[in-house]
């Protein structure tokens, strides 16, 4: 009889007959079948200590004890990355979507197995209260929209995960962290490089000082655009142009690399005449960060050159290139410096992880635990801060002092 002919008690007794290994086979190791401990299953290391280990297995919690997300507006990367990323994601899933566009909406619910009446419209957002498994909200609206829906999330109760920039302006993005506090929950910015394994291990490699003291920066973020319409070319939508779309993650990157907030910066703005695009916001700007160790960073943001997204990072004793710093996937780090006699150039074969799975398994930790985000609101005021003073550089043609924040602007270092 074959053996899906057999009835299921027959079944049951047959496989406790065949035992673990199977028949006929020499029974498993411990180093083969693993063993579970404290709730978590784990194997021994398989390989010689020459070889780096494999690393602790993924202990991903049971979908119904995940925090429950609704995304907040299905553009690119809401469609592109973050439902893809939750696939990889151990502490959070989607369950609810707000959209403008019912019949993607729908669609997209059921591609990521939403229930439909989990689908909602923007006006509708506040039914979001009687649906106990949306714990937070992730926005991925235009810039100009953050502040809204962050404040009307907030007054719900909803935890906040709000794409980068954080809004605006200055005012916006203050009254963000204001209505969060105020409701009791917590706010995060979507700075998604933060997260990234390459950049928490250039991070540790700076702190633990092996290529001597950091000195210069140079970080570039650019890409071509297309034409319009579109809501990045609108001042009122997007708030500005390369810079707080792209750019920002350079200025970002300077703050987080060095540990340190800038005092001075230099900016110059291009705009290629008579191209409509560039009518209200900015198509280039190079700027020049002063750090108060004396690190000075050199960056350059466009939407009209192409795709470049790398960082270089000069030491004392040796150098660090991460090309791909900004990319979704593809970041590579490799440190020159000299070894004895000669000059050696070698690659640290970081394990690579989605970065957007990441950022929302951290902030769905700091939501279970009550924890502050390593990316709180402060960090996006803080940004904010400094883009509307590389602004006034560009307008006024000279350098200006920036201002540090009143407190820090980050909580604990991710896991
Ligand atoms: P898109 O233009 O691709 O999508 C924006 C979506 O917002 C639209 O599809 C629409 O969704 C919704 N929307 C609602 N009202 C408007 C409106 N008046 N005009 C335009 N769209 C509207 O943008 P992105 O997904 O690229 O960007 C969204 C946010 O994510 C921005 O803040 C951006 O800076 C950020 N971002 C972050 C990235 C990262 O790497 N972390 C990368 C790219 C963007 P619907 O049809 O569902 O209503």
Not at 24 to 40: K, L, Q, T
Not at 149 to 174: Q, W, Y
Not at 365 to 370: D, I, K, L, S, Y
């Amino acid at each position: 009889m074959a053996e899906h002919d057999l009835p299921r008690r027959g079944l049951v007794l047959a496989a406790a007959a065949l035992g673990a290994g199977g028949a006929g086979y020499p029974p498993p190791s411990p180093i083969d079948s693993g063993s579970v401990e404290g709730g978590r299953i784990q194997f021994p290391d398989w390989r010689a200590p020459a070889d780096p280990p494999s690393g602790a297995l993924p202990q991903p919690r049971p979908p119904g004890e995940r925090i429950g997300f609704a995304i907040i507006g299905l553009g690119r990367i809401a469609l592109e990355e973050v439902l893809p990323a939750f696939a990889e994601c151990k502490e959070a899933r989607p369950v609810a979507l707000v959209s403008g566009s019912p019949e993607k909406a729908r669609l997209a619910a059921a591609q990521y197995g939403i229930p439909a009446e989990a689908v909602l419209g923007y006006a509708e957002l506040e039914r979001l209260r009687d649906r106990p498994e949306v714990q937070a909200v992730y926005i991925a609206l235009p810039n100009a929209m953050h502040r809204e829906f962050t404040e009307r999330a907030a007054a719900i109760g909803k935890h906040v995960l709000c794409e980068k920039p954080m809004a605006n302006s200055l005012a916006d993005c203050r009254a963000m962290t204001e209505a969060c506090a105020r409701a009791g929950v917590r706010l995060m910015v979507a700075y998604r490089s933060q997260y990234q394994p390459h950049h928490r291990a250039a991070i540790a490699l700076i702190r633990g000082g092996e290529l001597g003291r950091l000195r210069f920066i140079e970080a570039s973020n650019t890409q071509a655009n297309g034409p319009g319409p579109q809501w990045r070319y609108s001042k009122q939508m997007a708030g500005g142009g390369a810079l707080p779309d792209i750019g920002l993650y350079c200025l970002n990157a300077t703050r987080y690399l060095t540990g340190e907030e800038p005092v001075e910066g230099f900016a110059t703005i291009h705009n290629p005449s008579g191209d409509p695009r560039y009518a209200e916001v900015e198509e280039s700007m190079a700027f020049q960060l002063r750090f108060p160790s004396g690190v000075l960073a050199n960056c350059l943001t466009s939407y009209g050159a192409y795709q470049n997204r790398m960082l270089r990072l000069h030491f004392e004793r040796g150098s660090i290139e991460m090309p791909h710093a900004f990319d979704y996937q593809g970041q590579r780090l490799v440190v020159q410096r000299r070894v004895g006699q000669v000059a050696a150039e070698e690659e640290r074969i970081v394990k690579p992880k989605n970065q957007f799975a990441q950022e929302i398994d951290h902030f769905a930790g700091c939501v279970r635990a009550g924890r502050q985000p390593h990316t709180p609101g402060e960090e996006g005021v803080q940004d904010q801060a400094l883009m509307e003073a590389l602004y006034r550089s560009a307008a006024e043609g000279r350098p200006v002092r920036m201002e540090p924040p009143p407190g820090p602007t980050r909580g604990p270092d991710p896991a």
